[in-house]
């Protein structure tokens, strides 16, 4: 059996930046900062886990539209490996992301300028 389901919460690193491929699809790859806290030898400490995503479409929209630096964001998605040669060195790439599916606040805090952007 394989399985590739992903569900992560995290806070964005940068506000989204929306971009279209070449046939005019619009997709939106952005940062999720993923804190966890544990304890060793009775001291706190705290690691931050970066994760790259990526949504595409409508998603992608919504996502470059409402959302915002620092915002904690819940993603669904699927893990992928993006592959190539880096043309400097010649040497093969490779980076793992999410490819979201579905992504929603944590807590609904909109505020009227995010209201007003949804209308759109």
Known sequence: MQLNDTKVVGNLVRDP???QTPKGTPVVSVTL???ESYTVDGEKRKVTT???VQTWGPNAENLAKLA???QEIF???ALRQDLWEDK???QKRSKLF???NSWQFTQYRLTEEMRQAARV
């Open 88 to 90: 400097e060195s010649g």
């Open 50 to 52: 970066f994760v790259d």
């Open 75 to 77: 993603v669904e998605g």
């Open 17 to 19: 930046e929306i971009h």
């Open 33 to 35: 900062g993923v804190n």
């Open 98 to 100: 999410i490819k979201v």
């Open 68 to 70: 915002k630096k620092g």
